[in-house]
């Protein structure tokens, strides 16, 4: 083995390049997770309210068909996607961007607007904190190598 071989950088250099990948993806995820906040922060600051009725569930309780009435007097029908169950005959607060309602109608409800937004974010700053723990441990040459054992590393 020629001597400017080492090992223990091969795998340094893999736990910095996972690192990086980490440090990338954890903060792709919560700049996704802000601009998903902020869009839910719009509708629901900006938009209309009013209540729906549940006609019809295509597909179950979580996909459900919804008829509500605008402040113009306009009468929409369009389908839901949501994480929250109803029945037909139910009662929906819904909120939605009066240009478009039958495009951005949400129901309005924490579990709707904030909780992806804010799983996201959690899951992004999680991780975040990973990549910069895995870059901060290679700092030292000592500990990745001890990641992995080769007969010709010694401590």
Known sequence: MPPSFKPSSLIENR??????RHLVFGTVAVASSVVWAWSSH????????????????PHGGYHSELQFRTAAGETIDEQLNS???????????????PADPAGTMQVD???????????????????????????????????CARLIRFPWIKD
């Open 42 to 57: 719009d509708l629901v600051s900006h938009g209309e309210r009013a209540q729906a009725l549940v006609v019809a569930l």
């Open 109 to 143: 409800d924490f579990a709707t607007l904030w909780l992806p937004s804010l799983a996201l974010f959690i899951g992004g700053l999680a991780v975040l904190f990973m990549g910069l723990a895995r870059r901060r441990r290679c700092e030292s040459r000592h500990f």
């Open 15 to 20: 736990a910095r390049v996972r690192g990086a």
């Open 83 to 97: 994480y929250v169950e109803l029945k037909v005959g139910d009662t929906v607060p819904l909120v939605f961007d």
